[in-house]
């Protein structure tokens, strides 16, 4: 299993949501960088970043921030938010972005994920609020169950699928591991939890599940309420 710190993108600052609230944003960084940088040296091999606004624009929003943090860090990079075409994804390989997350693009047009999938290392983002699909930066939800959609890309080539109980993001209030086995067992494509990780509790019932493949870790590592070099010691 893999430990992802994330860094959230919002007007060029790494910034962490609550419940996926723009409004709840809270700035923890003018310099996105240097905190990829210090996951960097606390031993982590990924990255996890998310263009919040290029997420509800449908397209990049934080580029040079992207470029930044790419220039500076040798982490590997999964990156999602407002990627909507296939111009957009080829911009961000060659970048050096080593994984592409789509998301809203997944619910309303899964054959072109399958397609990018075929070419191109692709995640699929799924976020939801009450076990319902989530799109356009969370700011609708759709009437498509998170199990279905998971199941569509059982057999479709992506990378691995991330999953967002919204309710749970920004809230350090613990994984929901047993819906994050669903979706696991849904797809059988490798699941990455995201949403409400707390300690290192939270750490050690992800890895014992089993079926979950990663955890995106957060505000948790922000606020410090988990120490990532325990975390990593317990992979």
């Known amino acids: 299993m893999e430990i992802l710190p994330a860094i959230d993108l919002k007007d060029g600052k790494a910034v962490r949501l609550s419940k996926g609230l723009m409004e709840s944003a809270k700035i923890y960084s003018d310099e996105p960088w240097q905190v990829a940088k210090k996951f960097e040296e606390l031993g982590s091999k990924w990255l996890h970043i998310v263009d919040l606004n290029g997420a509800f624009a449908g397209e990049p929003a934080n580029l040079e921030q992207i470029k930044k943090i790419r220039e500076n860090c040798n982490l590997k990079i999964e ?4 990627i909507r075409d296939e111009e957009t994804i080829k911009m961000y390989v060659e970048l050096g972005v080593d994984r592409l997350i789509l998301g809203s693009i997944a619910v309303k047009d899964p054959q072109f994920v ?3 999938a075929a070419k191109y290392p692709i995640a699929v ?4 609020m009450n076990g319902m699909v989530a799109v356009e930066g969370w700011a609708e939800v759709s009437t498509m169950k998170a199990t279905d959609l998971a199941k569509e890309f059982a057999d479709a080539g992506v990378d691995a699928i991330i999953c967002t109980d919204i ?4 809230m350090l209030c613990g994984v929901n591991v047993e819906w994050t086995e ?3 067992l849904s797809s059988g494509v490798d699941t990455i939890a995201s949403g409400g ?7 050690i019932n992800c890895k014992e599940n089993g079926n979950i ?3 995106i870790v957060g505000k948790a590592f922000y606020e410090g309420t988990l120490d990532l070099e325990e975390g990593f010691k317990v992979l």
């Not at 990156?79 to 407002?82: D, E, R, T, V």
């Open 79 to 82: 990156l999602g938010g407002g």
């Open 114 to 116: 399958k397609d990018m």
């Open 125 to 128: 983002g799924i976020d939801a």
């Open 167 to 170: 309710s749970k993001d920004g």
């Open 182 to 184: 669903e979706i696991a």
């Open 197 to 203: 990780v707390k300690d290192i509790n939270d750490i």
């Open 213 to 215: 493949a990663g955890c």
